[in-house]
């Protein structure tokens, strides 16, 4: 149980009037329904895209909560921007008595022509969720490039692992055939050095593939271990972001999913499954120059994910940053 007292909180640094904030709300819903739009589309259809739903499958955020408007912790809008002119809400997460998930309304100001504002509750997220926010920022602080060395000599071979010595047809992405056969593949395994650091990654390893990995990442070393340049670390920038909602901003959280969907495409051409059919290319990382091209994107990949991990930093509460 937290018995910590209620944290002091800085004052907002910006204040949005109804309609800025309705105009905020509304570029922000318009943006994340065009990044879902597909995947909506082919939900409805009963259709599944191993690639680009893999970050609806595997990361629990489910569209809706992508479209959800946050301004951040140090902005408080008019609290009328979530209601209609009938005062009934005009988003999801308030209730019928106007008050908002994780957020707090000023008392009433008689000279304010917006009334009450309304910002991010930062004292309850403090209080009720300090360790997961303590634990948050200790490790993207931890696998910045700026405190760690990032190592790019695993090639994206975890892909490979999860599929190592499994029977054909009873891989993962069991609707994606192999570029290799199943002999091959294991072969790749085999003769390369297995290198993953990150817990998340190496969890599905099977049990052929795990004592070959020269590490043995676990939850309790991922702070230790998480490498500035592995695609799951940058990925998973995207699952703090919205986890670290409604502290920071959507934009920032639509940032971080657009990153980790361009993350998706490396860590899948150079994955054993063949992708080409769905208009993907190949990074052949069972060969040398395969396995120059991985490293060429994955040093991009990892400046960006190094910049929103900043930015996600920067955009903390001063007391957890």
């Given at each position: 149980m937290n018995t910590q007292s209620t944290p002091t909180v800085a004052a907002p640094a910006r204040f949005l009037s109804a309609a800025q904030a309705q105009e905020a709300r509304l570029a922000h819903e318009s943006r994340a329904d065009a990044l879902t739009?597909?995947?909506?589309?082919?939900?409805?259809?009963?259709?599944?895209?191993?690639?680009?739903?893999?970050?609806?499958t595997y990361y629990p955020f489910s569209p809706a909560r992508l479209r959800r408007w946050h301004p951040g912790w140090d902005v408080a809008y008019a609290r009328s921007a979530d209601l209609d002119a009938h005062g009934d809400p005009v988003i999801a997460d308030v209730d019928e008595a106007g008050s908002r998930s994780w957020y707090v309304d000023s008392t009433p100001d008689?000279?304010?022509a917006d009334g009450r504002h309304r910002r991010a509750d930062v004292a309850r997220y403090l209080t009720d969720r300090a360790d997961a926010l303590a634990f948050i920022a200790r490790l993207l602080s931890s696998s910045s490039l700026a405190r760690r060395r990032p190592q790019f000599g695993c090639f994206g071979?975890?892909?490979?692992?999860?599929?190592?010595?499994?029977?054909?047809?009873?891989q993962r992405h069991e609707d994606l055939p192999l570029r290799l056969t199943s002999a091959e593949t294991d072969q790749v395994v085999e003769r390369e050095n297995l290198v993953?650091?990150?817990?998340?990654?190496?969890?599905?390893?099977?049990?052929?593939?795990?004592?070959?990995?020269?590490?043995?990442?676990?939850r309790d070393t991922q702070v230790e271990l998480d490498n500035p340049a592995c695609l799951h670390v940058g990925m998973d920038l995207y699952?703090?972001?919205?986890?670290?909602?409604?502290?920071?901003?959507?934009?920032?959280?639509?940032?971080?999913?657009?990153?980790?969907?361009?993350?998706?495409v490396l860590d899948m051409e150079a994955s054993p499954y063949d992708v080409r059919p769905l208009g993907y290319g190949v990074v052949p990382i069972e060969t040398a120059a395969g396995k120059a091209e991985y490293v060429r994107r994955q040093?991009?990949?990892?400046?960006?994910?190094?910049?929103?991990?900043?930015?996600?930093?920067?955009?903390?509460p001063p007391a957890t940053a």
């Open positions: 739009a597909a995947h909506r589309a082919r939900r409805q259809a009963g259709q599944k895209h191993p690639v680009e739903d893999f970050l609806f008689p000279a304010s071979l975890h892909e490979w692992a999860m599929v190592h010595r499994v029977p054909e047809g009873a993953c650091s990150h817990i998340d990654a190496f969890r599905f390893f099977t049990p052929t593939s795990t004592p070959r990995n020269t590490l043995q990442p676990t699952k703090w972001a919205v986890k670290l909602t409604p502290l920071l901003p959507s934009d920032l959280v639509l940032d971080c999913f657009e990153h980790a969907r361009e993350t998706r040093r991009v990949l990892a400046e960006q994910a190094d910049a929103l991990r900043t930015r996600i930093l920067e955009r903390l």
